[in-house]
């Protein structure tokens, strides 16, 4: 659920939204939300001075919980 | 009207189409927020205006606390969120306001209510009165609420996030 809804936010932001790939991962302590989008993209997801990717983690932790971390990868 | 600018024809066009853009903004912000509800199953009806030049959304429910967060910081990331989601598909930057669970109308009453408070108690004791650091909306909702004295001004000081309204007798 965790992983659908990021891919879901993030695909409505970005120029090329079948690229965007979100992977969940269960740490011991964590669970991280790996997100892979096109390289043209990663400015978009990250913004302006990390407001963006601010923006994902304050929905996904509301959503999931504290222990919820958003990773972009480039 | 051979004497029409280019820019008068387009003033009036854009009125029109401002109108269309707005509602249009509020139908994709709906279905942008609604795949998220669908999808974290969350129960709530999302409600769409045109209000002083901008599209309003809200989503209405009794089970939205995980979408507002700590002093609404979660229902301001969805605003962000949902303004690039908009802008995304429309190709202009949208300013559209986000409510979640009347969180936004119940600050909004807050606001006015001390303000009024603080207004009488600067009126009482003719000292000048700093509220805590506010956002530029929450600001507005403030210094519209002080403008109805006319024995106040108010000013905004400081820089974001630590901005603040300061309210202080005129003349003083």
């Not at chain 1, 993030?10 to 991962?25: N, T």
Request: zero cysteines; aromatic letters at 2%.
């Amino acid at each position: 659920m965790l992983d659908a809804a990021l891919e879901h936010l993030v695909r409505g932001i970005v120029d090329h939204p079948d690229e965007v790939q979100v992977d969940l991962i269960t740490e011991r302590r964590n669970r991280v939300l790996e997100v892979r989008v096109h390289p043209e993209d990663v400015g978009k997801v990250i913004g302006r001075g990390g407001r963006t990717a601010r923006a994902l983690r304050q929905v996904m932790s509301g959503v999931g919980g504290r222990d919820v971390r958003v990773e972009i990868l480039d | 009207m051979s004497e029409t600018t280019p820019a008068a024809t387009s003033t009036v066009d854009s009125e029109e189409d401002q109108t269309e853009l707005l509602i249009s903004e509020g139908d994709l912000a709906a279905d942008y927020l609604e795949r998220l509800l669908d999808i974290t199953d969350t129960d709530g009806d999302i409600d769409m205006d045109v209000r002083d030049g901008r599209a309003v959304v809200a989503i209405v429910g009794d089970h939205l606390k995980a979408f507002i967060g700590p002093r609404g910081a979660t229902l301001d990331a969805l605003q962000d969120l949902t303004r690039l989601a908009v802008a995304q598909q429309t190709g202009t930057r949208s300013r559209l306001m986000l409510d979640i669970g009347g969180h936004r109308a119940q600050r909004k009453e807050e606001l006015i209510d001390l303000a009024q408070r603080t207004a009488e108690e600067v009126i009482a004791s003719g000292e000048t009165a700093r509220l805590a650091p506010m956002n530029a909306f929450e600001r507005k909702i403030v210094h519209d609420a002080i403008s109805g004295y006319d024995e106040l001004e108010t000013e905004s000081e400081g820089e974001d996030p630590g901005r603040r309204v300061v309210i202080f007798l005129r003349n003083a």
